[in-house]
């Protein structure tokens, strides 16, 4: 029923892409340049996001537990350490340079979009890198 649920919502949330023009780089990139063919349209999109994951937020967490899934996995930890300040950091300037976030990336690349096919496997190694100084970082596990 997970797997379900899962399916339906990412299908959701592609279709939402599409629709919002935010699976087309040239929308992100025209957002970031400030000088020249500025696009506001993805502080709208951005905007309406914030707005339903803000309400969302609240209406679900009245509950004591997901519908699908034992329990809410929220973060445990507040405070702001070099990961927390670098990974965004490095997303940005990966999103500002080839102009996609993994979410549109992937919808993209199902539309034949032809940066998708440099992005894709930049960012997958990307995530292993990440994950490798992850480990590195944590130190040998207890056996």
Do not use: Q
Not at 38 to 51: K, N, Q, T, Y
Not at 54 to 63: C, Q
Not at 116 to 124: E, G, K, S, V, Y
């Amino acid at each position: 029923m997970s797997f379900l649920v899962n399916l339906v919502l990412g299908l959701l949330f592609g279709i939402g892409l599409v629709v919002s023009g935010m699976s087309d780089p040239a929308k992100v990139l025209n957002f970031l340049d400030l000088s020249g063919r500025w696009d506001p349209s993805l502080a709208f999109v951005m905007g309406g996001a914030v707005i339903v994951a803000f309400f969302g937020y609240r209406l679900v967490l009245k509950r004591d537990a997901p519908l699908v899934g034992g329990r809410f996995h929220l973060p445990g930890r507040k405070d702001i350490d070099a990961p927390v300040v670098t990974g965004p950091a490095i997303f940005g300037i990966g999103w500002g340079l080839g102009g996609f976030c993994p979410g549109p990336a992937l919808t993209a690349l199902g539309l034949g979009a032809t940066g998708t096919l440099a992005f894709l496997p930049a960012m997958i190694i990307g995530v292993w890198a990440a994950r490798l100084l992850a480990e590195a970082s944590a130190g040998p596990r207890p056996a």
